[in-house]
């Protein structure tokens, strides 16, 4: 009897076709070669596109955020007083609303801003909830009047979030609302937040592809 050669037994195997590769549609079999798909180059255009896409969501974030971190500056320095109190408690009750009518609420803000922990319990945390409300200090409500507004604003005019095509304008009823609270309050917008509110910041789409 003559044995095989592990080395042989390895030679046959590697010399043996892919029968699943076998084209039984002819008569005759052959060997139907997996010949790897040719990358589509892109052209020059599509290169560019791709890239005024990227940085048009990239301006447009950072801008958002800076926009973002100007109002809640501002916030922090507004004074309740006998004069303003109505007022802010008026607009108190409408971002409140608004919050609760958009299903949405700034519930970990909030946590944070009268002192809540996560860890106790729901008799307790409940009761620390009360407890940190009415500890609050007049300067804290208009931060709270804020959290509420951008619970439903989303801090954000625009939309689209596939980064296949730039970013497009649309009105925020909502961030409106809190741009005219803080401005009556004697806030100033940016440039920048004018662009962002009035749909001609640089980053939107082109006129005719922006939608209202």
């Not at 892919?18 to 589509?40: C, G, I, W, Y």
Request: a neutral charge; proline letters at 3%.
């Amino acid at each position: 009897m003559v044995y095989a050669s592990r080395e042989s037994v390895a030679y046959q195997r590697a010399e043996m076709p892919d029968l699943s590769r076998f084209d039984t549609r002819r008569s005759k079999l052959r060997v139907v070669e997996n010949v790897p798909a040719k990358k589509q180059e892109k052209s020059k255009a599509e290169i560019q596109r791709e890239k005024e896409i990227a940085d048009a969501w990239k301006m447009i974030t950072e801008d958002e955020q800076r926009a973002r971190q100007l109002r809640h500056d501002y916030a922090k320095d507004i004074m309740v007083n006998t004069k303003n109190s109505l007022w802010m408690l008026q607009w108190f009750m409408f971002a409140a609303t608004l919050a609760s009518i958009n299903y949405t609420s700034p519930r970990d803000e909030l946590k944070e801003l009268i002192g809540v922990e996560e860890s106790v319990t729901w008799q307790e945390r409940q009761q620390k909830a009360i407890d940190g409300v009415l500890k609050m200090k007049l300067e804290d409500y208009p931060r709270a009047i804020l959290l509420f507004f951008e619970a439903s604003s989303k801090d954000s005019f625009r939309y689209g979030s596939f980064r296949h095509q730039k970013p497009k304008y649309i009105k925020n009823p909502v961030l409106d609302a809190e741009y005219e609270w803080l401005c009556s309050l004697g806030y100033s917008m940016s440039e920048t937040e004018i662009q962002l509110q009035d749909g001609t910041h640089p980053a939107y789409g082109a006129k005719e592809e922006k939608e209202a």
